[in-house]
C-alpha cells in the first residue's frame, strides 16, 4: 500500500458522533497521522466559521494545515489567509435555481464565504438550524440582484427530507447539466459549480503539495463524499 501523506475526512457521521463530538480514539488517530508528517484535512459542507471549532480542538491550525468547505467549493488553509482552489456559481445561474425553487415553494439560500443571504421572508427551522450550527449570519435581501457582489460559493435549499425528495427529482436539466446538485444531509439540497467537488478540491491540495495521488486517503459516508472516495488512492 502507497505511504499516505493526506488524510481528506468528512465531518457529521463521519469524525463527530451522534453527540456531536469528536470521540478520543479519533482524537488520538490525528495525533498519530500529525507525528507521521501526514496532512489531515477537514473537507466538509460547512464553511470555515462552522469548522473553526473543530480544526482548534484537533490542533489542525495555521498556514500550513488545510481544510476544504463548501463541499468542495473553497479550499483554503486552516487560518483562511490562503486560498488555493475555489469554483463558485455566478449571479445567473443562482437567479435560475431561486425562479425553481420558488416554482417548488421551497426555501433556498445562497452562502459566500462567510455569510447567508435569502429573498425568503420565512425562513425554514432547518436553514435556522443549520445556520446556527455552521455559525454563519443570514441576510435577508430584497432582490436576487443585490446579491451581485457576492461571490456565491453554493445555493443550498433547506425542507423536510420527504419534500425535499420530491424537489431534488424535479430539478430540471438545464440546471441539472450545469452544475452539481448533492444532498449532504436528508434536510438540504446544494447547488455548486459543476468544478467545486471534494474530489477536485482534494486532488488540487494534493498537487500544490507535490503528493501523488495515490497517496491520499478520503473517510466519509455521504454522497457528497462519493466523489473524494473515488479519486483518492484510498477510500
Keep these: 500500500m502507497s505511504e499516505i501523506k493526506i488524510v481528506s475526512i468528512d465531518i457529521d457521521g463521519t469524525l463527530i458522533?451522534?453527540?456531536r463530538q469528536i470521540p478520543l480514539d479519533v482524537?488520538?488517530?490525528?495525533q498519530q497521522a500529525f507525528a507521521q508528517d501526514v496532512k489531515v484535512v477537514i473537507t466538509t459542507g460547512r464553511p470555515l466559521p462552522g469548522v473553526r471549532n473543530i480544526l482548534d480542538e484537533l490542533g489542525i491550525v495555521g498556514s500550513e494545515q488545510y481544510v476544504i468547505t463548501?463541499?468542495?467549493?473553497l479550499m483554503q488553509t486552516a487560518d483562511g489567509s490562503q486560498i488555493l482552489f475555489h469554483a463558485a456559481l455566478d449571479l445567473a445561474e443562482y437567479k435560475e435555481i431561486n425562479t425553481f425553487m420558488r416554482e417548488q415553494k421551497t426555501y433556498i439560500q445562497a452562502e459566500d464565504q462567510f455569510a447567508a443571504?435569502?429573498?425568503n421572508r420565512l425562513i425554514h427551522r432547518w436553514a435556522s438550524f443549520e445556520n446556527s450550527l455552521v455559525n454563519l449570519p443570514l441576510h435577508i435581501v430584497n432582490n436576487d440582484n443585490?446579491?451581485?457582489h457576492v461571490e456565491i460559493i453554493k445555493g443550498i435549499a433547506n425542507a423536510e427530507s420527504d419534500d425535499l425528495d420530491k424537489v431534488q427529482?424535479?430539478?430540471p436539466t438545464s440546471i441539472s447539466d450545469k452544475m452539481s446538485v448533492i444532498r449532504s444531509t436528508a434536510n438540504?439540497?446544494?447547488f455548486i459549480n459543476k468544478d467545486a467537488s471534494k474530489g477536485n478540491a482534494l486532488e488540487?491540495?494534493?498537487k500544490a503539495l507535490n503528493v501523488d495521488i495515490k497517496n491520499t486517503m478520503a473517510i466519509g459516508d455521504q454522497e457528497n463524499d462519493y466523489s473524494m472516495i473515488e479519486r483518492a488512492g484510498l477510500g
Design 188 to 190: 438540504n439540497l446544494e
Design 17 to 19: 458522533n451522534d453527540e
Design 117 to 119: 443571504y435569502t429573498t
Design 169 to 171: 427529482a424535479n430539478v
Design 146 to 148: 443585490d446579491l451581485e
Design 70 to 73: 463548501h463541499n468542495g467549493g
Design 204 to 206: 488540487a491540495l494534493a
Design 27 to 30: 482524537k488520538s488517530a490525528v
